[in-house]
């Protein structure tokens, strides 16, 4: 027979069980001192910045190749992509490396944030007049401590860019 005090306990167990399930797993980053983020299922790998090989008569916001582990990875400067000034990474500035299916590809960012976990009520569709380049790619935002995290729908970004890559190279 359970008693009481071991219903409760699995009740708040449950409880926090399923309040857990309620969160959504984020990793932010800084572009231009705006927020973004990426959901976490999308990320692969976080690295500091590595020599990157340089192209060419690829479009303007793929930087070039990294070598990770024996596979040939293209890095994109999302300053470049989001029409942002672009400005040499520093020792602040990170690689994430992402996968999509059999796609891996790479972003450089300025700065890594935090890896947030946020109440799925709180990621909202952003206003339409908003984002004024490329508003396909900014899927939420979510605002956090007095500022606003852009979430980047990267499975778009990701398509979007082997095509493009498949065009300048195909």
């Given amino acids: 027979m359970i008693q009481d005090d071991e219903e409760l306990t699995e009740s708040e167990e449950e409880r926090v069980s399923h309040k857990a399930f309620d969160l959504r797993k984020v ?64 020792r602040d500035s990170r690689i994430i490396v992402m996968k999509e299916g059999n796609l891996v590809v790479a972003v450089g960012v300025d700065r890594l944030w935090e890896l947030m976990r946020l109440p799925k009520q709180a990621f909202k569709l952003p206003p339409p007049d908003v984002v004024k380049e490329d508003p396909e790619y900014f899927k939420e935002i979510a605002p956090v401590n007095g500022r606003m995290v852009i979430i980047l729908d990267m499975k778009k970004i990701l398509n979007d860019t082997a095509r493009r890559w498949q065009l300048q190279i195909g």
């Fill in 27 to 90: 990793v932010t980053f800084e572009l231009d001192r705006e927020l973004y983020g990426i959901d976490i299922d999308q990320v692969a790998e976080i690295m500091e910045m590595v020599p990157i090989r340089h192209i060419p008569n690829v479009p303007n916001f793929i930087v070039g190749l990294i070598n990770l582990r024996g596979t040939i990875v293209p890095v994109i400067d999302l300053r470049v992509r989001f029409h942002l000034e672009s400005k040499p990474w520093t």
